[in-house]
């Protein structure tokens, strides 16, 4: 058992412990220290500012869905929508941990060869990632059932059935995963494809993502009556009948959740069993298939591809000038590989899928109601797109703002270069050239999110083309601006000493700051945006004053690295 | 040529890596660099390459100070790191050209040379693969192919020949004395002093920061009692100071 417990810690402080990764700084030797306590002090602030942010807002929309469930009468209609969901949102984050602890990690080859039974290294594995399941299951569930308390007034018992419901809730989604995982993993080979069978578990998370959200939106039903109450209780009773499929399941923990006698708890006992079981089951199975799947698949050989190097070559050689290849190589680093790919590329394109998915499963489900939202809105949107107003370039420019801080593709573009980023400065090539060609993927990335959402406010409203054209332009300069904010947090302290690509963009603390400096600027244009309302100044003044300020700022940015010289790279030694 | 005059750096107020060393490594020259651990051979290297600042001194490549022109220095250079850990999503030909790229080789000379270096080194099968999936030694020749692609004046090599096959070796110490055959400058740091005595026409050996020994292996030899091996002179020499 001690030794069980050895191999866990051991994996988890190699997976890079969250809380030591949180107060341990570098000093000028690039020697790992404990930060000093006012900097500890500062940063466990802000982390909890921003756990406290999650939870918070976690707790509100609880509050106010547990609270309307409660006044409509639909208390147990609504834990029967609770419970799967929340299965789904950790499951969706287990996929991501199963992946990369049980069948990705990079000290796999150093567990192997040792004299440790695969019942210890599964164990290891599970504990590590049940961790970071709680922490997750921490701001994401709790804060629901806290609110579900406050709403229903638990009594001792139901309080304990909670907790039973919080410990044993991640190992169902981490087995079944596990599971799932395995399966894909036995049909070919992990360690040879890690980066196809990382793929597929992304799409599988996405896939998870896209049901929630569609199932959930889907769900809004006809009627004519104007009491929200009625309206509310209706959808809620439309999804959980929806769900009543899993009702074989669900009932147990919602009988846990509501009985307050000793059912409750027995019910909830169950839950814990059926947990169990299966994290038993994924031993068994592990046991036969789990190290055959890490080891076994080494031994499949397969061909070299064989291909036309001349062909490929001139292909290839055809783009010449530095700042393209640059940039072609930046993007190939971050397609090429899954944990950029899902980590980077996909909080934006998902943003535009889930919104897109949300807005058609709404409006679908509104029926003709839908045709009626969207000519309503028209005409609103139309006073706030017109030459006339010119706050809303301002409040535009936050929105650009918001939107560039959703990747983190600037704001670690350098320290994905890891341990070798030097080289970069071994390069003939201005400064200024390097940095534009780091922040142009993430500048293009942002760009196509703002335009989609551009041209859909534009056919919806039916928009002046030379108003948006007049309102895009600005906005995108707006958004190298934001791009080169991010980089430059990068290129002044880049965090290159890691271990995996996950920890790259995953323990980045540039990843915060560039998108707290974002939100920073997004707040000084919102500001803006509500003295314009007072000021009354129209949309040309404000396409000027944010075009201006835009221009202005990129000017000073490239001139300072101009200046700078080499020394924009300071941070990297 | 590189000329390093008076070259200090220093890290923070109390440690100084690199203290006042001045060297000159002339055209046509194989120059080795030799040191213990943490004695000052990679600090040397990252401000000849302008990887890190100097404190103070100047560094000269080809009379181009990195200084005050730093991408015309780093024209006149080809650098190999000791970890070829670099950009491994890309596959050999694409790392190639994109290096090509960087130092402006003109297209129709790469995919040619390209060519020849790859069968060199023997890489021509590799290079449709990615950088992630070749060995240590596969990645140590694609950087140095790399380098040999745009034919630089002076090539910089950190711990060239660690992790290379027999032949791969052989055939590196050959261009490197071909290079200096043509008048062409190369400067590397080692560990392996047998390699240093080989390859080497001068060697300098750097201990605390302070350059303690710089001339050819014979001179070095002078300073041996009767027949001490290289290896025990090497020790003496890095201990006593």
Redesign the interface.
Known sequence: MNRMFLVAKTMYKNSGDIFSSLTMGKNKGKREVVMSPSKKASVLLLVLFIVGSLFFSMYTTGSALFGLAHDAGVMNEMLSIFIPVVLLMIGMFTLTLVTSFFFLSTDTNVFLPLPIKPEEIFFGRLIVSSINAFLIEAVMVVPLLVAYNVVIGPNVLIIFNQILFVVALPFIPLSITFLVALAIGRIFNVAKHKEAFSIIMSSVAILFILVLEFGLSSTAVETTTPDYLVIFADSIRGTASQLSFLEFFTSIPRAGLTDTTYVGTLNMLLFVLISVALVALSIVISKGFYMKTLIGNEDRGSKRKKSDIGKELSSETKTTRPYLNLVRSEWRGIVRSPTYIFNLLMPPVLVIVIMSFSMYGSLSAAGDEGTDILAQIAPMLQGAFSFHEGSTTFFAGAAVMFIASMTMISSTAISREGKNAFLIKTWPISPVIQMRAKLTIGTAITAVLLFVGFVAVGIIAQLNPIYMLMSFIPLIILLVVANYAMLLVDAAHPFLDWENETAAVKQNKNGLWGMLICWGIGIVFGGLGFLSLFARINAIWSFLIVTAAAVALLLWIEGSIKKKGPAVFKGIQ | MIQINGVTKN??KE?KAVDNITLEIKDGEIFGFLGPNGAGKTTTL?MI?????LTAGDILINGKSIKTD???A??E?G?V?D?P???L??KG??YL??I?????VP?EK??AK??EL?ERFEM??A????LQNYSHGMRQKILIIGVLLHDPAVWILDEPLTGLDPKSSFTLKEMMREHARNGKTVFFSTHVLEVAEKLCDRIAIINHGKIIFVGTMDELKKHSEGNQSLESLFLELTDHE
């Open positions: 890290y923070g440690f990252k390459t302008g990887v890190t600042t730093d991408l015309g780093k024209r250079f650098f790191p970890s850990d670099v950009l999503r890309l030909y694409e050209n994109f090509a790229s960087i130092y402006g297209t790469r995919t390209i060519h790859a021509l099968e290079l449709n693969d990615r």
